[in-house]
């Protein structure tokens, strides 16, 4: 299953905002700049392909290098269906 089979068309870009939103939770910034701070550049930044769907959830994995350098690590963001509701078919 692909994100393109289970969500809306166009769902690119509000999804994007979604974990944008989720990433600054994760390192605990208050804006884009402070976030560039951890990750290489929030204007790379995309929707990850490799998703694990929960029973309550989906969870968006970044791997090492991904988007943010290795001493990082692997980055998983936890997203609740209901903030996805309006994106998912």
Do not use: C, Q, W
């Not at 951890?38 to 790379?44: A, G, L, Q, R, V």
């Not at 969870?59 to 990082?72: C, G, L, Q, R, V």
């Amino acid at each position: 299953v692909t994100l393109g089979e289970i969500m809306k068309e166009g769902y690119e870009e509000p999804l994007l905002e979604i974990i944008t939103a989720e990433l600054m939770k994760f390192f605990n910034v208050s804006n884009i700049e402070e976030l560039d701070n951890f990750i290489f550049d929030h204007n790379d930044l995309y929707v990850s392909k490799n998703i694990e769907m929960g029973k309550d959830k989906m969870t968006f994995i970044y791997n090492k290098y991904d988007i943010a350098p290795y001493a990082i690590g692997e980055i998983a963001l936890d997203i609740d269906y209901d903030r996805l509701k309006d994106l998912m078919k």
